[in-house]
């Protein structure tokens, strides 16, 4: 075990170093910008400069105590996920070992250690590899509980999915999900209830100050923000839609209207667009429905490797005996799938990371597949086929762990950040992602989707300092192709710097007005003023 722990902290340490020229991630600069306000003393201000309470608060939180120790602000959000991954594979360990053997734990702990999906969180600042720790963790505690029912596995199982909770929302399904489970264990053997209240009690522990926290600051009580955010794009999606042609819409009068360009969506003092509970419900059947296609699509892109990992997923799960504890087990194990495929359902856009949420599962019963192969091979003369299955998946997983290592860009986003940073100005930066704005220290806002008129007539009024075009976007923004073609229309902007990459890639940056006089940039702000202000035309109060 702790030559597998090794090379995953090797294989994630080779991965860093070959990328580390690449972006901060767009909601990792959100992290990273929130934690950096916070130990100013400014609040969690976001890339937007409103207010953030879409995210939870732990992963910042995290990132700020190790900015205060002196490191870097990207390194303090890499460094967080790179532990959580390797986390993740001790977790896995301490599952598969009680669901089934420790030899089982060591071809799961193996398969996590190089899968490309827990390789890729890994070493992104993102939340995803904290987060599959510590539902792992829960998940594990919460087969012990079912075992035991000692009130230390209730402590721990709580503890876990509460902490699971600050770092994503889906924790709170289950948490919600192991108390039903307990308390229905508890009705049908007539056990003591002791064990679920300090189950609830310890997560409410973790959950409830978050809570409170965020009512006093934003004044209404918010355990998630990302809801209308996620019906709203899941209404134009289905629709047949681009993703930035709703995400970044604005109407013909340019006011902004897609949730991700629209402040309502993000600032904490203002209420977003709601749909009706009804919508809804009908939203999230159609994204399950939808979902059912796209997880199958996670092992076919390579996100879990190849499709054998879900076929030996699909041995373990129905080709090993069947016997009272591990049913058991196996309807914990089935639970949990339940309740990450609810989960998803409220999100239509299914990116690869969102696998994660599934992904112990996944790893356990792939493992038991990988176990009864061997037994099968065991008493004949054939080679061994579970350790050949293993092999196939770990060389599969290393190909594409290295090919996705090496396809990294030429840290663009870093170059221009700093141009911009070393000629600053108090509007924000447009552009369609975050990257050149966090390394420029600047507020961001995202690019407009909309025809010229009505793109223009919005940064008229959002007033920005800087509008960045990344050619590799173009054909993303169809609407406004001559934009990206031939520049912003000099009375508009004026460009004022360009990088290239090697293949080709090119960022522009047009200075869309000069710099008002005597106006208050990052350089000559004083130390105790907020260092991001709110974009222009947002509630400030």
């Given at each position: 075990m702790?030559?597998?722990v090794?090379v995953?902290?090797?294989l994630r340490?080779?991965?860093l170093?070959i990328?580390?020229?690449a ?7 959100e992290y990273?910008?929130?934690?950096e306000?916070?130990l ?6 976001g890339m937007r400069g409103?207010p953030m309470?879409i995210f939870?608060p732990?992963?910042s ?14 390194h303090?959000?890499l460094t ?6 390797c986390?993740f ?6 599952l598969?070992?009680t ?5 089982t734990?060591?071809a799961a702990?193996?398969v996590a ?8 969180t890994?070493t992104?600042a993102?939340?995803e590899a ?10 594990w505690?919460l087969?012990?509980?079912m075992?035991?029912?000692s009130l230390?596995?209730?402590a721990a199982c709580?503890?876990?999915?509460g902490t699971?909770?600050?770092l ?10 192991a108390?039903?489970?307990a308390?229905s264990?508890?009705l049908?053997?007539r056990?003591?209830f ?6 609830g009690a310890s997560?409410l522990l ?6 409170v926290?965020t009512?006093l ?5 918010v355990?998630e923000g990302k809801s ?11 629709n ?5 042609a709703?995400a970044?819409?604005v109407?013909?009068?340019?006011r902004?209207?897609g949730?991700?360009i629209d ?5 904490g003092?203002?209420r977003p667009?709601q749909f ?9 059947a159609?994204a ?7 997880v199958p699509?996670l092992?076919?892109?390579g996100a ?7 076929l ?6 129905f080709g ?7 049913l ?7 639970a949990y799938?339940?309740v ?9 856009q299914?990116?690869p990371?969102?696998g994660?949420l599934l992904?112990?599962?996944v ?6 597949g990988?176990?009864?192969l061997?037994r099968?091979s ?8 579970g350790?050949v299955?293993l092999g196939?998946?770990?060389a599969?997983c290393?190909a594409r ?6 396809s990294t860009?030429?840290?663009?986003e870093r ?7 070393a000629h600053?100005a108090?509007?924000p930066?447009v552009?369609v ?8 220290g600047?507020?961001w ?6 025809d010229e008129?009505?793109?223009a007539r919005y ?10 075009l990344d050619s ?9 192709q001559?934009?990206?073609?031939h520049g912003?229309?000099?009375p508009l902007?004026t460009?004022?710097?360009a990088?290239a990459d ?7 940056v047009y ?6 006089a005597?106006a ?6 004083a130390?105790d ?12 109060s």
């Amino acid at each position: 075990m702790a030559a597998i722990v090794l090379v995953a902290i090797l294989l994630r340490a080779a991965t860093l170093g070959i990328r580390h020229d690449a972006a901060i991630d767009m909601d990792g600069s959100e992290y990273v910008r929130v934690a950096e306000n916070i130990l100013g003393g400014h609040g969690a201000i976001g890339m937007r400069g409103v207010p953030m309470v879409i995210f939870p608060p732990l992963y910042s939180w995290l990132i700020a105590l190790l900015l205060r120790v002196g490191v870097a602000p990207e390194h303090a959000a890499l460094t967080i996920a790179f532990l959580g991954g390797c986390a993740f594979v001790i977790a896995i360990a301490a599952l598969v070992a009680t669901v089934y053997d420790r030899r089982t734990a060591l071809a799961a702990a193996l398969v996590a250690a190089v899968l490309p999906m827990c390789v890729e969180t890994s070493t992104t600042a993102l939340a995803e590899a904290p987060f599959a720790a510590f539902a792992t963790a829960g998940l594990w505690s919460l087969v012990l509980l079912m075992r035991s029912w000692s009130l230390r596995a209730a402590a721990a199982c709580g503890a876990a999915f509460g902490t699971a909770y600050l770092l994503r929302p889906e924790g709170a399904l289950f948490a919600l999900a192991a108390l039903a489970i307990a308390s229905s264990v508890a009705l049908v053997r007539r056990r003591r209830f002791l064990p679920i209240a300090v189950l609830g009690a310890s997560a409410l522990l973790l959950v409830l100050p978050s809570v409170v926290a965020t009512e006093l600051y934003v004044g209404r009580v918010v355990l998630e923000g990302k809801s209308a955010i996620n019906f709203r794009l899941a209404d134009g999606l289905r629709n047949g839609a681009s993703y930035l042609a709703i995400a970044d819409a604005v109407d013909a009068s340019g006011r902004p209207v897609g949730p991700e360009i629209d402040p309502r969506f993000y600032a904490g003092d203002q209420r977003p667009p709601q749909f009706g509970l009804r919508h809804c419900f009908m939203l999230a059947a159609l994204a399950a429905r939808a979902h059912l296609r796209d997880v199958p699509a996670l092992f076919a892109d390579g996100a879990y490797g190849s499709g054998l990992l879900i076929l030996l997923a699909v041995l373990g799960l129905f080709g090993t005996a069947l016997t009272r504890r591990r049913l058991n087990d196996e309807a914990i194990l089935v639970a949990y799938v339940a309740v990450g495929f609810a989960a998803l359902a409220g999100v239509w856009q299914m990116w690869p990371r969102y696998g994660m949420l599934l992904l112990p599962v996944v790893l356990v019963w792939s493992a038991a597949g990988i176990a009864h192969l061997r037994r099968w091979s065991a008493g004949s003369r054939l080679p061994d086929a579970g350790l050949v299955a293993l092999g196939l998946v770990v060389a599969v997983c290393l190909a594409r762990d290295v090919t996705s290592a090496r396809s990294t860009n030429a840290g663009l986003e870093r170059t221009t950040g700093a141009w911009i940073a070393a000629h600053p100005a108090p509007g924000p930066v447009v552009d369609v992602s975050t990257g050149t704005a966090f390394y420029a220290g600047a507020i961001w806002a995202p690019l407009p989707y909309g025809d010229e008129t009505a793109s223009a007539r919005y940064l008229r009024t959002l007033a920005p300092s800087y509008v960045v075009l990344d050619s590799s976007r173009a054909v993303q923004f169809p609407p406004l192709q001559r934009w990206f073609a031939h520049g912003l229309p000099a009375p508009l902007a004026t460009r004022a710097f360009a990088v290239a990459d090697a293949r080709g890639r090119r960022l522009t940056v047009y200075r869309f007005a000069p710099r008002p006089a005597g106006a208050v940039t990052s350089s000559t702000r004083a130390p105790d003023t907020p260092r991001y202000r709110p974009p222009a035309g947002t509630d400030k109060s």
